[in-house]
């Protein structure tokens, strides 16, 4: 296996959740969907050791970059969920209230949002579809990274978006909140007026979640448990800075995340609080992974401008000891 220095530090924290994870589903004696989760990283894996074929013949980079970068992403989205369940049931207080209080002091209300924008039905299915592009976007702007050679961006991109992850995991568990869909109802007619991602059913079991833990997992069904900071919103920021510098691409990317903003909150069930968190965090983490890349890229041998050395030449040509 070939991977270059910032493939390899995913590569190797995929494998320490990996680890982590069987180690605390044994413990915990967590019945899983064997079958749904080897089906899933099976995907993942084979899209890595695919990319490794490609690489192997020298000429195809580019597409050997996209898919070890997609095969990664998968990879670390199932250890990375997985990990994230571990922690329940929730062991400390939840932040919700605060939330909403500060909501309050701006203005916001997540039911009385809702309904009104289920007044306008048009509106609230527009902002469920665009709220489910989240992922899609990630894929195909690692595709596009990939395809047109930029693999400095896409290892960027990559690990803004892993480190991302394990801090937003990490400060939930320490700072749980559930989402405003656990403590607020909504009128009977709106969820029959427009869909709704995550409504007040989702908030219910996040309860639910919350004080009886998990006895089953499968990918089918996993629930995102991360309400501040909004990883939606750490994703859509993620995607705008670095989508590729095509006139037609960057039109369709900020107009779905703009628009990505009230989705959160209306078909996310977030706190308008969330938000401003998930932005916050992406202008933490995005400049340290970055430099974190470089770091990485330098020392395996590429020099600051990018452009690759002997040693990082000799990286394809030889095996490593």
Same mark, same amino acid.
């Given at each position: 296996? @070939?991977?270059?220095?910032?493939?390899?530090?995913?590569?190797?924290?995929?494998?320490?959740?990996?680890?982590?994870?069987?180690?605390?589903?044994?413990?915990?004696?967590?019945?899983?969907?064997?079958?749904?989760?080897?089906?899933?990283?099976?995907?993942?894996?084979?899209?890595?050791?695919?990319?490794? &074929?490609?690489?192997?013949?020298?000429?195809?980079?580019?597409?050997?970059?996209?898919?070890?970068?997609?095969?990664?992403?998968?990879?670390?989205? %199932?250890?990375?969920?997985?990990?994230?369940?571990?922690?329940?049931?929730?062991?400390?207080?939840?932040?919700?209230?605060?939330?909403?209080?500060?909501?309050?002091? &701006?203005?916001?209300?997540?039911?009385?949002?809702?309904?009104?924008? *289920?007044?306008?039905?048009?509106?609230?299915?527009?902002?469920?579809?665009?709220?489910?592009?989240?992922?899609?976007?990630? /894929?195909?702007?690692?595709?596009?990274?990939?395809?047109?050679?930029?693999?400095?961006?896409?290892?960027?991109?990559?690990?803004?978006?892993?480190?991302?992850?394990? &801090?937003?995991?990490?400060?939930?568990?320490?700072?749980?909140?559930?989402?405003?869909?656990?403590?607020?109802? /909504?009128?009977?007619?709106?969820?029959?007026?427009?869909?709704?991602?995550?409504?007040?059913?989702?908030?219910?079991?996040?309860?639910?979640?919350? @004080?009886?833990?998990?006895?089953?997992?499968?990918?089918?069904?996993?629930?995102? /448990? %991360?309400?501040?900071?909004?990883? @939606?919103?750490?994703? *859509?920021?993620?995607?705008?800075?670095?989508?590729?510098?095509?006139?037609?691409? &960057?039109?369709?990317?900020?107009?779905?995340?703009?628009?990505?903003?009230?989705?959160?909150?209306?078909?996310?069930?977030? @706190?308008?609080?969330?938000?401003?968190?998930?932005?916050?965090?992406?202008?933490?983490?995005?400049?340290?992974?970055?430099?974190?890349?470089?770091? /990485?890229?330098?020392?395996?041998?590429?020099?600051?401008?990018?452009?690759?050395?002997?040693?990082?030449?000799?990286?394809?040509?030889?095996?490593?000891?």
């Amino acid at each position: 296996m @070939h991977f270059l220095p910032v493939e390899r530090f995913v590569a190797s924290i995929i494998a320490a959740l990996f680890v982590i994870d069987i180690a605390l589903v044994g413990f915990k004696d967590i019945q899983i969907d064997v079958v749904g989760y080897c089906l899933s990283i099976g995907i993942g894996s084979g899209l890595v050791f695919l990319g490794q &074929i490609y690489r192997a013949r020298k000429r195809e980079e580019k597409m050997a970059a996209a898919l070890i970068a997609a095969g990664l992403f998968i990879l670390f989205s %199932i250890c990375g969920s997985i990990f994230n369940y571990m922690f329940l049931p929730v062991r400390f207080s939840l932040i919700d209230e605060m939330l909403m209080r500060i909501d309050g002091w &701006i203005g916001y209300d997540w039911a009385r949002s809702v309904t009104w924008v *289920a007044s306008y039905p048009l509106i609230g299915t527009l902002l469920f579809f665009v709220y489910a592009t989240s992922l899609p976007q990630l /894929l195909f702007i690692i595709i596009v990274l990939g395809f047109t050679g930029k693999i400095r961006q896409l290892h960027q991109f990559l690990l803004t978006g892993v480190l991302g992850a394990l &801090i937003s995991i990490t400060f939930w568990v320490f700072f749980p909140t559930y989402s405003p869909s656990a403590f607020q109802e /909504l009128p009977a007619w709106v969820p029959q007026a427009m869909p709704l991602a995550l409504g007040p059913e989702y908030g219910r079991e996040l309860v639910r979640l919350g @004080h009886e833990g998990v006895r089953y997992l499968t990918p089918r069904n996993v629930e995102g /448990l %991360i309400g501040f900071p909004s990883f @939606h919103i750490f994703m *859509a920021a993620m995607s705008v800075y670095f989508v590729p510098r095509y006139r037609a691409v &960057i039109l369709v990317i900020v107009t779905l995340n703009l628009l990505m903003l009230p989705a959160v909150l209306i078909q996310g069930a977030h @706190h308008l609080s969330d938000v401003f968190g998930g932005v916050l965090l992406f202008a933490i983490v995005c400049p340290l992974s970055i430099r974190l890349a470089k770091m /990485l890229t330098f020392r395996a041998g590429e020099s600051p401008s990018g452009r690759s050395n002997v040693l990082v030449r000799s990286f394809w040509s030889f095996p490593e000891k």
